[in-house]
């Protein structure tokens, strides 16, 4: 068992139990052994590939989307550009680079990258060294400076914690973490029932509360209204609530159980867009999708940034086609559907590029 694990049980040994929520805190975010605070959990190497990683063309796209929000913002100066978990930096790295093309963008941003893994923001400088953009690291988000603000975020909201609740004989209780006999962990539920859940389901039914994504939503489009500005949320979820347990646990890129080896896998859910659009529009923002990454993408010009790529470099087009593919084809194994765009933003602010209805076909 893990350090960590080992840890929680000490704590667990009498008896006791945490709820999911704790349990998914602690395996990501412990700030020793927390699973983002000790590694890059990236790549192939790693246990799990993001969209950014696998095509710069991903990160482009976003940079030139940033651009003409910017515009639709009416060019304000400064703009803080805000993203939330960058990972490598590998997204901020291809969008600054891109902007370079709008340079009184390029001139008036100003980047912030929220991030609370110490090995993460270390590649994040590196990779960020010579971007030639003003760069700041905070730990919250509630530490970014303000004003009119482009927020971004990719595989973010999946790695918050979640609550789950259970129906069982006609009551909501709540999932828990125990140690069973041998002293393994399991899943069991709280010992009270939820009173304030009513909903009515079948027996054994799951319902998932991102209670901790609820409020950093709520904050964030608090801000967007206030202050101005737009944010993009690319993430894997669904666009309708449901009930359903999507826990899920990754390592090397092969599913695991979610409590074997806290702070050793990456443990995510899926991310339930349609409460975060309540969460945004209850704080004063408006929502735009969510709709497929794959159409998204397709809405910025993938395709014709692909072949143009593929021209450029012809020894290199069937890998470039093929990471296209991957981020936009909604086939199994594909990220295309599985992933959705939706965008937050000012009131004042038109529909986002990728978010505006598409022309109506010509009879
Ligand atoms: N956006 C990157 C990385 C996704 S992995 C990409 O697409 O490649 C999730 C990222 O969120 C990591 O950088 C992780 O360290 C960060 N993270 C997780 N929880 C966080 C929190 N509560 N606050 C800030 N960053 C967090």
Known sequence: MSA??????????????????????????DPQYGY?????????????????????????????????????????NPVRVIELGPGRGTLMSDALRAARVVPEFRAALDVT???????????QYDALLTAGA?????????????????????????????????????QWRERVVRLDSAGEFVFDLADKPEPYLNTEADEGAVIEVGAVAHRFMFDLAARLAKQGGAALFLDYGHAI????????????????????EPGECDITAHVDFAAMARSARAAGATVHGPIDQGDFLRALGIDVRARALGERSPGRASEIDTARRRLVGKGENEMGALFKAMAVANRAIPAPPGFQPSPAKPA
């Open 4 to 29: 960590l694990g080992d840890q929680i049980k000490q704590r667990l040994a009498a008896g006791g139990a945490i709820s999911v929520e704790r349990f998914m805190e602690l395996a990501l975010a």
């Open 36 to 76: 983002y605070m000790t590694r890059d959990p990236l790549g192939t190497e790693g246990d799990f590939t993001t969209a950014p990683e696998i095509s710069q063309m991903f990160g482009e796209l976003i940079g030139l989307w940033a651009a003409e929000v910017w515009t639709s913002m009416g060019r304000p």
């Open 113 to 123: 990258l929220i991030e609370t893994s110490p090995p993460l923001a270390q590649m």
């Open 134 to 170: 003003p760069i700041a690291w905070r730990g919250a988000f509630a530490e970014a400076p303000e004003g009119p603000a482009i927020i971004l975020a990719n595989e973010f909201l999946d790695a918050l914690p979640i609550r789950q609740y259970e129906r069982r004989g006609g």
């Open 241 to 260: 609530s449901g009930f359903g347990d999507t826990l899920q646990a990754l390592r090397a890129h092969t599913p695991v159980s979610p409590l074997s």
